[in-house]
């Protein structure tokens, strides 16, 4: 499966960014779907995930202001991002990987096996 980000900018600080995930290849597999950021200097980490059951989940410094979702007719992801704060300033990542025994890896980096090549946010003060 081939991912592609956009979406990403700069931004004042309470504004809003939504980002896109193009997904293409085998969309037919069911794929647990997941945004990441990292930012300089700092390990690469889970903000959101979505299921293949439709749950989500978000990493505790998000969670009220981003939004993920997935339209399947376009097969694209999508993570609205509200009240952006300078430390959400990071490289974002969309990732995916197959159900492993029914499961889904959630914010966890390490089980997602395909990955887009990021989008830049910046959020200016």
């Known amino acids: 499966v081939h991912l592609v980000e956009s979406g990403g900018g700069s931004v004042q600080a309470g504004g809003s960014l939504r980002l896109s995930c193009a997904v293409s290849?085998?969309?037919?597999?069911?794929?647990?779907m997941g945004w990441f950021r990292q930012a300089p200097t700092k390990k690469r980490e889970g903000v959101a995930s979505?299921?293949?059951?439709?749950?989500?989940t978000y990493a505790d410094s998000v969670k009220g202001r981003f939004t993920i979702s997935l339209d399947n007719t376009k097969n694209t992801l999508y993570l609205q991002m509200n009240s952006l704060r300078p430390e959400d300033t990071a490289m974002y990542y969309c990732?995916?990987?197959?159900?492993?025994?029914?499961?889904?890896?959630?914010?966890?980096?390490?089980?997602?096996?395909?990955w887009g090549r990021g989008t830049q946010v910046t959020v200016t003060s």
């Open positions: 990732a995916a990987h197959t159900q492993d025994g029914g499961r889904c890896y959630g914010l966890d980096v390490r089980g997602y096996n395909y």
């Open positions: 290849g085998n969309t037919y597999a069911r794929y647990c």
């Open positions: 979505l299921s293949t059951t439709g749950s989500t």
